[in-house]
Protein backbone atom coordinates (compact mmCIF):
# COMPACT_ATOMS: atom_id res chain seq x y z
CA UNK A 1 0.00 0.00 0.00
CA UNK A 2 1.08 3.19 -1.16
CA UNK A 3 1.98 5.58 1.99
CA UNK A 4 0.63 8.75 -0.20
CA UNK A 5 -2.21 8.59 -2.61
CA UNK A 6 -2.79 11.49 -5.01
CA UNK A 7 -6.17 12.44 -7.22
CA UNK A 8 -8.07 14.68 -9.01
CA UNK A 9 -5.90 15.22 -12.26
CA UNK A 10 -7.17 15.68 -15.69
CA UNK A 11 -7.68 17.51 -18.67
CA UNK A 12 -8.72 21.44 -18.40
CA UNK A 13 -8.67 24.55 -20.70
CA UNK A 14 -6.54 27.33 -20.11
CA UNK A 15 -7.64 29.39 -17.36
CA UNK A 16 -9.87 26.56 -16.08
CA UNK A 17 -9.19 25.06 -12.60
CA UNK A 18 -8.48 21.80 -10.56
CA UNK A 19 -8.12 20.67 -7.11
CA UNK A 20 -5.41 18.22 -6.68
CA UNK A 21 -5.63 16.15 -3.36
CA UNK A 22 -3.03 13.75 -1.58
CA UNK A 23 -4.25 11.65 1.16
CA UNK A 24 -2.01 9.24 3.99
CA UNK A 25 -4.76 6.70 4.68
CA UNK A 26 -2.00 3.94 6.19
CA UNK A 27 -0.17 6.95 8.37
CA UNK A 28 -1.30 7.27 12.26
CA UNK A 29 -2.37 10.75 12.83
CA UNK A 30 0.74 11.84 15.15
CA UNK A 31 3.03 11.30 12.47
CA UNK A 32 0.78 12.93 9.78
CA UNK A 33 0.51 15.87 11.76
CA UNK A 34 4.33 16.15 12.06
CA UNK A 35 4.74 16.14 8.05
CA UNK A 36 6.16 18.95 6.09
CA UNK A 37 4.32 18.65 2.81
CA UNK A 38 5.19 20.01 -0.63
CA UNK A 39 3.76 19.15 -4.26
CA UNK A 40 6.22 18.45 -7.20
CA UNK A 41 5.57 18.65 -10.94
CA UNK A 42 7.67 17.17 -13.71
CA UNK A 43 6.70 17.06 -17.23
CA UNK A 44 8.79 15.02 -19.92
CA UNK A 45 12.09 15.97 -20.41
CA UNK A 46 12.71 18.12 -17.27
CA UNK A 47 13.59 17.92 -14.15
CA UNK A 48 11.35 17.88 -11.34
CA UNK A 49 9.89 20.90 -10.04
CA UNK A 50 9.19 22.08 -6.51
CA UNK A 51 5.83 23.38 -6.83
CA UNK A 52 3.97 24.57 -2.90
CA UNK A 53 5.10 23.92 0.63
CA UNK A 54 2.77 23.78 3.64
CA UNK A 55 5.19 22.80 6.44
CA UNK A 56 3.58 20.93 10.05
CA UNK A 57 2.68 24.54 11.63
CA UNK A 58 0.65 25.56 8.28
CA UNK A 59 3.01 27.98 6.56
CA UNK A 60 3.08 27.85 3.07
CA UNK A 61 5.41 29.71 0.24
CA UNK A 62 5.17 28.98 -3.43
CA UNK A 63 7.50 28.62 -6.73
CA UNK A 64 7.49 32.20 -8.61
CA UNK A 65 5.52 30.58 -11.28
CA UNK A 66 2.57 29.31 -9.89
CA UNK A 67 2.84 32.13 -6.96
CA UNK A 68 -1.32 33.96 -6.66
CA UNK A 69 -2.47 31.33 -8.53
CA UNK A 70 -2.12 27.98 -6.62
CA UNK A 71 -2.83 27.66 -2.96
CA UNK A 72 -1.99 24.71 -1.05
CA UNK A 73 -3.97 23.61 1.81
CA UNK A 74 -4.24 20.73 4.84
CA UNK A 75 -7.13 19.38 6.89
CA UNK A 76 -5.51 16.99 9.10
CA UNK A 77 -8.62 15.61 10.75
CA UNK A 78 -8.92 13.95 7.15
CA UNK A 79 -4.81 13.22 6.65
CA UNK A 80 -5.47 15.13 3.45
CA UNK A 81 -3.35 17.73 1.70
CA UNK A 82 -4.43 20.09 -0.87
CA UNK A 83 -3.69 21.85 -4.11
CA UNK A 84 -5.85 24.66 -5.47
CA UNK A 85 -4.98 25.28 -8.96
CA UNK A 86 -6.84 28.01 -10.91
CA UNK A 87 -5.97 30.18 -14.08
CA UNK A 88 -4.17 27.38 -15.19
CA UNK A 89 -1.54 27.25 -18.13
CA UNK A 90 -0.62 25.09 -21.10
CA UNK A 91 2.93 25.37 -19.37
CA UNK A 92 1.40 24.11 -15.99
CA UNK A 93 1.22 20.35 -17.72
CA UNK A 94 2.84 17.84 -15.89
CA UNK A 95 2.74 14.75 -13.69
CA UNK A 96 2.15 16.21 -10.10
CA UNK A 97 3.56 14.67 -7.42
CA UNK A 98 2.80 14.95 -3.83
CA UNK A 99 5.67 14.97 -0.92
CA UNK A 100 5.81 14.23 2.55
CA UNK A 101 8.85 14.66 5.12
CA UNK A 102 9.02 14.51 8.60
CA UNK A 103 12.50 15.25 10.11
CA UNK A 104 10.81 14.25 14.07
CA UNK A 105 9.87 10.87 12.68
CA UNK A 106 12.99 10.37 10.05
CA UNK A 107 10.36 9.66 6.89
CA UNK A 108 10.06 10.88 3.75
CA UNK A 109 7.53 9.09 0.84
CA UNK A 110 6.76 10.35 -2.72
CA UNK A 111 3.29 9.48 -3.79
CA UNK A 112 3.01 7.96 -7.54
CA UNK A 113 1.71 10.83 -9.36
CA UNK A 114 -1.13 12.24 -11.22
CA UNK A 115 -1.33 13.76 -14.69
CA UNK A 116 -2.56 17.19 -15.28
CA UNK A 117 -2.78 18.56 -18.97
CA UNK A 118 -3.82 22.08 -19.80
CA UNK A 119 -4.94 22.62 -23.34
CA UNK A 120 -7.77 23.90 -25.77
Known amino acids: QAQLVESGGGLVQPGGSLRLSCRAPRMITSVYNSCNMDWYRQAPGEQRELVAV???????DYADSVKGRFTISRDNSKKTVFLQMNSLKPEDTAVYYCHAQSTSYNLEYWGQGTQVTVSS
Open 54 to 60: INAGGNT
